[in-house]
């Protein structure tokens, strides 16, 4: 079992910047994968940003060079930074993992981001 939880999330407006971050409730080393999705209002829910136990990220086209993934493993958190936001980037922001043996997934309850003009 794993508890993920998401904190970071707000209104900002379009440029700014937000920090997103997910503590796991075990070693994040005990993930194959972690990442960040998003699902906006009437769209399915799409993957932002992964990170491998290896520390091979992957990102959408839509927020590269401008979002970053990075993780604090003495604290078992994850983090996403957010910079140059658009309205478009406006979702609910989950974080996810990947169990290294059984590939389960766990995800966090999601966090608000919403992007102003």
């Known amino acids: 079992q794993a508890q993920l939880v998401e904190s970071g999330g707000g209104l900002v407006q379009s440029g700014g910047s937000l920090r997103l971050s997910c503590a796991a409730s075990?070693?994040?080393?005990?993930?194959?994968?972690m990442g960040w999705y998003r699902q906006a209002p009437g769209k399915e829910r799409e993957l932002v940003t992964s990170?491998?136990?290896?520390?091979?990220?992957n990102y959408a086209d839509s927020v590269k060079g401008r979002f970053t993934i990075s993780r604090e493993n003495a604290k078992d958190t994850l983090f996403l930074q957010m910079n140059a936001l658009k309205p478009d980037d406006t979702a609910v922001y989950y974080c996810?993992?990947?169990?290294?043996?059984?590939?389960?997934?766990?995800w966090g309850q999601g966090t608000q981001v919403t992007v102003s003009e």
């Open positions: 996810n993992a990947v169990g290294l043996y059984f590939k389960r997934e766990y």
């Open positions: 075990r070693s994040i080393f005990s993930f194959a994968k």
């Open positions: 990170i491998t136990r290896d520390g091979i990220t």
